[in-house]
């Protein structure tokens, strides 16, 4: 796919700003293997730079041009960000697909998803403002008391390259909506569609520092920020292994974290299921976006003698189920792997307890329920699991017990900006999306309810029909 991909300098107080070390990074087309371009590379020079314009963006005018702003101020930013990378969305799938190597119809599937976010929020910071100062009932009347809600401040948002536009906007979308000012840090590995979006923000006229956009490398660009004595907040998505360093840089400075991290999700397949239904869930969970998804459900945990039924039945439909986890022959360039299948696996190996983050199922058979559940939660990870049965009784009941940040019933993977997100043990702490963790303030905001107690959305297929991912082959 030809395309020519912009040249773009760093993002710094609403204009473009060369690197002050005028350092860049090429970017390699995951598909060719060619230098397709480069995008700048911020370092700590450039860092001090967008955290003082972030900082100046929230304290302008006293505040009152945009952290101090009323919400419906805001939504008109989020709502004319949303139009414009609608009007943008072909180019937009066509730049995210060369950059990070998915295919163009997920791209595209990505775009919707990030127009539908900044719209979500945008209607939240409207409905912001009938929410201040919520009254607190107090014992005595001699005192009146009130809750407001004021954004935390200056927020950096690190993000990794599976998802480089939406998973920077599931950060962007709330922190602005909420009135922070922001810094985005998105993957030295595709940064591209991120730099776009600072094109959109100037063309919306957001007022400038609002949103400052650092690619870079981890260890200087994200390092620095997460270290920065003026930022307030540290949002990341990414490994486990990056987390701990933020995590430790953050703790020098008692500031607050949110963690979106790896994952190595079971999905559970009991023997009454309609057996085409559970195949394509099956596979949709582990190799959609080429299996590079954080909440995958690469582990199939399964009842026994259904395993090679499994297997020859997705074959006869069409779906591309192959032993092997090598390059495909056909394919001489770009950094290709076969969908992969790994049987007679035991617990100790490195194919069930680590992430591969690739298009890698592994499978194993139960024989009882609970012998089920004691696999799935067999993981230092707890991001998405699945269940997958007719029996509705069954599906609450091992629902309730996987250990997992979010659960699907009868499906795996699908995921709505309304609903929270997040996980549990190695897989992060804090959530992010949904209409909770605006007013509740978690993410931007100063409380922390989500420390209380752990909130998780339950998602279920309900459909009669097919999810009809795969088509059957053409004759
Ligand atoms: P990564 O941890 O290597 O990098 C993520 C981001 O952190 C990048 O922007 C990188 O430059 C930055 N970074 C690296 N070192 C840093 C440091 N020392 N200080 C600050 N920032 C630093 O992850 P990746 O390879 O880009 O992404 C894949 C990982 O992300 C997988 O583990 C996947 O499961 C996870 N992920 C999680 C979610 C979720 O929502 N839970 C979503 C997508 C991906």
Redesign the pocket.
């Known amino acids: 796919m030809a395309i020519p991909i912009p040249s773009r300098q760093l993002f710094i107080n609403g204009d473009w700003a060369e690197p002050l070390l005028k350092k860049r990074i090429p970017i390699i087309n995951p598909t060719t293997e060619e230098i397709i371009g480069d995008i700048p590379a911020a370092t700590a020079e450039d860092v001090d730079v967008a955290v003082q314009a972030a900082r100046s963006a929230l304290t302008r005018n006293k505040g009152k041009d945009w952290a101090f702003a009323s919400g419906a101020v805001r939504a008109k930013y989020l709502r004319a960000i949303a139009t414009k990378i609608k009007e943008r969305k072909p180019v937009l799938a066509k730049l995210e697909t060369v950059d990070c190597g998915k295919p163009l119809s997920e791209s595209e599937a990505d775009m919707d998803d990030v127009i539908g976010c900044f719209e979500y929020y945008a209607d939240l910071a409207e409905g912001l403002d009938a929410k201040q100062k919520a009254p607190i009932s107090l014992p005595m009347k001699t005192f009146k008391s009130y809750v407001i809600k004021e954004p935390i401040g200056v927020v950096a948002l690190?993000?990794?390259?599976?998802?480089p536009l939406l998973?920077a906007t599931w950060k962007v979308a709330p922190a602005l909506a909420a009135g922070c000012a922001a810094i985005l840090?998105?993957?030295?590995?595709a940064s591209v569609t991120c730099l776009e979006l600072g094109e959109v923000c100037r063309e919306v006229d957001l007022p400038a520092g609002v949103l400052n956009i650092l690619p870079?490398?981890?260890?200087e660009?994200?390092?620095s920020?997460?270290s920065h004595p003026h930022v307030d907040k540290i949002s990341?998505?990414?490994?486990?292994?990056?987390?701990v360093?933020?995590m430790t840089?953050a703790a020098q400075r008692v500031k607050p974290v949110t963690l979106?991290?790896?994952?190595k999700g079971p999905i559970v397949v009991f023997e009454d299921v309609d057996i085409d239904k559970a195949v394509e869930w099956t596979i949709f969970g582990c190799f959609y976006t080429n299996g590079?998804?954080?909440?995958a459900t690469s582990r199939l945990i399964v009842h026994y003698e259904k395993v090679m039924n499994f297997i020859s039945n997705a074959k006869s439909e069409g779906a591309t189920i192959l032993y092997g986890g090598n390059r495909p022959k056909h394919l001489k360039k770009g950094f290709f792997v076969e969908p992969t299948i790994i049987t007679d696996v035991t617990t100790s190996m490195q194919i069930w307890r680590e992430?591969v983050?690739g298009p890698v199922l592994c499978v194993k058979t139960f024989t009882t329920e609970e012998e089920a559940i004691e696999l799935a939660n067999d993981t230092h990870y707890g991001?998405g699991g699945a269940v997958v049965s007719k029996d509705r009784e069954r599906c609450d009941r091992v629902s309730k017990l996987l250990q997992n940040g979010a659960v699907w019933v009868n499906c795996s993977q699908p995921c709505f900006c309304q609903a929270p997100?997040?996980?549990t043990k190695w897989?992060?702490f804090g959530r992010?999306l949904g209409e909770w963790y605006l007013p509740k303030l978690q993410l931007f905001f100063s409380d922390n309810y989500y420390l209380n107690y752990l909130e998780y959305p339950v998602t279920e297929y309900v459909s009669d029909e097919q999810w009809g991912w795969y088509q059957p082959p053409k004759q």
């Open positions: 690190i993000v990794p390259w599976n998802y998973m840090k998105p993957s030295e590995l870079g490398l981890g260890p660009a994200g390092a920020l997460a990341f998505t990414g490994s486990t292994v990056t987390a360093k933020i840089a979106e991290l790896g994952g590079q998804i954080c909440s992430e983050f991001l997100f997040g996980g897989s992060g992010e």
